[in-house]
């Protein structure tokens, strides 16, 4: 709760035109204008939550568009007119005692199998080198 305090001339002229106790009754249309100029004198004051609209939301739009901006010129680009290189695979169904140790060897036998294991759990989305037996496997045969 806030408590607007007007300056004590524009406070007592107030006061004297509300209760009616003015020295002069005749004037009382003049007096009028006195009080309206009294509050028209008064100083435009910023409350803290003013000030923070005031500074804050603009500072707030520009930090925005300077980061649109940012992002707009740091965004990677796509490559122009070339697709990307594509690996030939071929769907394996793994049997009971199958591993992707042997299934490398077998299906891509001169490459590393390492890389081979490896390109296997990311072509299938595997959380760890372990596949259960009847799952069905994309191998990639070649490069």
């Known amino acids: 709760m806030s408590v607007h305090v007007l300056p004590l001339t524009a406070q007592s002229i107030t006061a004297q035109s509300i209760t009616g106790s003015s020295p002069d009754r005749a004037a009382g249309p003049a ?4 009080t309206a100029d009294a ?8 409350t803290r939550r003013g000030r923070l609209v005031l500074v804050g939301a603009p500072l707030m739009i ?4 300077l980061l649109a901006f940012i992002g707009f010129f740091t965004a990677p680009a ?5 697709s990307p290189e594509q690996t030939r695979t071929i769907q394996v169904g793994v049997s009971a005692g ?6 490398a060897t077998e299906f891509a036998p001169d490459r590393d199998p390492r ?7 990311e072509l299938n989305n595997l959380a760890d080198a372990t596949v ?12």
């Not at 007096?31 to 006195?34: E, L, S, V, Y």
């Not at 509050?39 to 910023?46: E, I, M």
């Not at 520009?62 to 568009?65: E, I, M, S």
């Not at 259960?132 to 490069?143: E, F, K, L, N």
């Open 115 to 121: 890389t081979v294991v490896a390109d296997i759990v």
């Open 39 to 46: 509050q028209a004198s008064v100083p435009l004051r910023l």
């Open 62 to 65: 520009v930090a925005a568009a």
């Open 31 to 34: 007096r009028m204008a006195t």
């Open 78 to 82: 796509m490559a122009s007119g070339d």
């Open 132 to 143: 259960p037996a009847g799952s069905q496997i994309y191998i990639p045969v070649s490069r």
């Open 98 to 103: 199958d591993s992707l140790w042997s299934l």
